[in-house]
């Protein structure tokens, strides 16, 4: 009988000492033997040691303890030291079925170009209980690869890792974004229709921290688009300026700063090409020309016969990108941006671009996932559309466009159309980012941030 291969699990923990023993556990009763574990404690100043100490008898764990240095120096840390074949992460809070490797291995030798096999997994609270088991599509069928595994509990070729540089020691958080994305350009990923692994949900669970991860996120994106054919955008902000619209808050300020202002700080310091101000307010013009001194601001003077209340803001948009597109430069891509969304950041807009050149979108969104029922009126009532019980599915999932600014490619502005579709790309944006200026209500909200 064939021996079976080793395979490295290491489980990273940071202050999960009231946890660990449940993980250590779960990876010592697994059905699959030929396992060595590692246990490395990034600096933790909780009751992590003294839970550890029991582990150091046993020959097939090996412990490290070290000085806080983040998770994915940590990750490669434990690269170096494996001596598996194959290697999978657990996180200390989180904790491993008794089939799970058995399962992940068996599927993994069926193909010498696979490099990583994930699964479902079950979401569980602080205390253990189960709350939902979250299943991912059925990736035989998946065109658009832009969301990937979760970034523990998949088991990993160990050579395949390195060939691709193993994980980037500059990124904080979101090894797994890391990782997929190196993957999928060079090799293959399988799914395991099967929840494998247990996910714990708390209050000082990475996860939590969105701004941390979307700002990781959005470096990845930039990373892996560089490798990418160099595409051009023009972005558009369409402004009827207070000559044409009483109710304009072009000049109204946000904690002492004019609310074009916020919306031009970040956008200048992205990758946009070219920023067009379209208005028939010579009063927005001067005010920009003055104001901002960028090669990258242009101010467009369109027709007052435009800031008609209802006239269409698409085809003013459209109007903007043909009437620079024609002075000589090329331009693959359209931003429509509205100032009415003041705190998005440069990376929002950089990883908008990003995503069309990596995933070669029609179009790109931005997005925030909902987690509240949402229902649809059928006649005789009311009827739920995305379930929110103890299964999970992915495809059932419902996002909201937010951020008030999207991305068109040239086959779309080809064809006249001014609304995101086709093939559609997203972003995700934190909630601060994602806040709009919708009534005066939100004005009196956004002076209470503080972190702007």
């Known amino acids: 009988m064939k021996k079976k291969d080793l395979i490295t699990v290491y489980i990273t923990n940071y202050n999960y000492g009231n946890y660990i023993d449940q993980c250590v556990k779960s990876i010592l009763d697994q059905s699959y033997r030929n396992i060595e574990m590692i246990i490395i404690d990034d600096g933790s100043n909780d009751n992590s040691k003294e839970n550890l100490k029991k582990y150091e008898k046993y020959k097939k764990i090996k412990i490290i303890y070290q000085k806080n240095k983040g998770l994915n120096i940590t990750n490669n840390i434990a690269i170096k030291v494996s001596r598996g074949r194959y290697i999978i992460r657990v996180d200390a809070d989180d904790w491993l079925r008794r089939d799970a490797i058995s399962s992940l291995y068996k599927e993994i030798k069926k193909d010498k170009k696979i490099a990583m096999v994930f699964s479902n997994y079950f979401e569980v609270s602080s205390t253990g209980e189960i709350q939902n088991e979250y299943k991912r599509y059925n990736f035989e069928k998946v065109k658009m690869l832009d969301k990937p595994a979760h970034g523990a509990c998949s088991l990993i070729d160990k050579k395949k890792l390195l060939t691709v540089g193993g994980y980037n020691e500059n990124l904080n958080c979101q090894d797994g974004y890391d990782i997929w994305f190196k993957f999928i350009s060079k090799y293959k990923i399988k799914h395991i229709n099967k929840s ?19 700002l990781a996120r959005s470096k990845i994106f930039k990373s892996i688009a560089k490798k990418q054919k160099k595409i051009n955008c023009l972005a558009v ?26 919306t031009l700080k970040e956008l200048i310091k992205s990758s946009v090409n070219k920023i067009v101000i379209a208005t028939p307010d010579s009063s927005v013009v001067n005010y920009v020309k003055k104001k901002y001194r960028s090669n990258k601001i242009v101010t467009f003077l369109r027709s007052g016969n435009t800031a008609i209340i209802n006239s269409p803001i698409d085809e003013i948009i459209l109007n903007s990108f043909n009437k ?27 990883s908008m671009i990003n995503v069309m050149k990596i995933f070669k979108t029609d179009s790109v969104v931005a997005v925030n996932q909902e987690t509240d029922n949402f229902y649809k ?37 080809k064809n006249k159309k001014t609304a995101p579709e086709g093939n559609i790309g997203h972003i995700v944006l934190d909630n601060i980012s994602s806040f709009a200026l919708d009534n005066e209500h939100d004005w009196a909200r956004a002076k209470l941030l503080k972190m702007y």
Not at 337 to 348: L, T
Not at 379 to 400: F, V
């Open 196 to 214: 494998l692994f247990f996910y714990r949900q708390h209050p000082t669970s990475l996860s939590k921290n969105k701004k941390k991860i979307l």
């Open 237 to 262: 902000i369409a402004i009827r300026g207070p000559k044409y619209d009483n109710s304009s808050n072009v000049f109204k300020k946000l904690n002492k700063k004019n609310l074009l202002d916020w």
């Open 324 to 350: 620079f597109k024609i002075r000589g430069r090329h331009y693959d891509c359209l931003m429509s941006i509205s100032i009415e969304a003041p705190f998005r950041n440069h990376y929002d807009y950089d």
């Open 377 to 413: 009126h059928l006649g005789s009532g009311l009827k739920i559309l995305n379930d929110n019980k103890k299964l999970k599915l992915e495809r059932n999932e419902i996002y909201r466009q937010v951020g008030k600014f999207y991305l068109l490619g040239k086959n779309l502005l």
